[in-house]
């Protein structure tokens, strides 16, 4: 399926090179499993194709992050295009962290600091998403190859975790501690009954 913007008066702009965090607000949003194009228990492996749909770009970027910690790269938020007109995003480019190469920069007397290992290998990996007539996004493009290893290590997994992920982690910690302190209450007063709320541990 082709995708056509919805204003062609448009222009492309560089959004830079940092790795973008999903907003935990706006992930808060429902998405059906046809509305992703995909099932819940497959989004993590399922391979992006051309005239995929998502129901926004948010539901977009998080559907290619995860297939990037699956498959094994860093996805990395890339160029996007927008209305002259409004300045609505029309089209959005989601990439491999590997794309494009580092440039040296240097002074009339030599480099301006120590030159670090590079990250950049010129990955041309990516998928091309664009706003379309219907109310969905839809991939338009997609280069499945990397030309370097696929492998994430654990630095690199941290920074793509969203909002909603380190909320679950939060959450999921706090009700452990929480199970803890009402072993230990238990233990003192075991002829007490004792239950969690959100809050606290009450006694009953």
Request: proline share 3%; charged share 35%.
């Amino acid at each position: 399926m082709e995708s056509r913007l919805v204003d062609g008066n448009c222009r492309m702009k560089d959004c830079g090179d940092a790795v973008e965090p999903n907003d935990g607000r706006r992930l808060l949003e429902s998405y059906s499993d046809r509305e992703f194009g995909i099932s819940c228990h497959d989004l993590s492996i399922q391979e992006p194709y051309e005239g995929m749909e998502f129901i926004s770009e948010d539901a977009a970027k998080i559907f290619y992050d995860e297939y990037a910690r699956h498959v094994g790269f860093t996805m990395r938020v890339m160029s996007c295009r927008r209305s002259e007109r409004d300045g609505r995003i029309l089209a959005r480019r989601l990439g491999c962290n590997k794309e494009g190469h580092c440039v040296s920069i240097r002074g009339k007397l030599g480099p301006v600091r120590k030159p670090r290992a590079s990250t950049r290998e010129g990955c041309k990996a990516m998928i091309h998403v664009k706003f379309d007539k219907s109310g969905k996004w839809a991939i338009t493009k997609f280069v499945k190859d990397h030309n370097h290893p696929l492998v994430v290590s654990p630095r690199e997994a941290r920074q793509t975790m969203d909002e909603k992920d380190k909320k679950i982690q939060e959450l999921t910690t706090e009700l452990r501690m929480k199970k803890r302190y009402l072993i230990i209450l238990k233990n003192m007063n075991p002829e007490k009954s004792f239950c969690i709320s959100h809050s606290k541990v009450k006694h009953l």
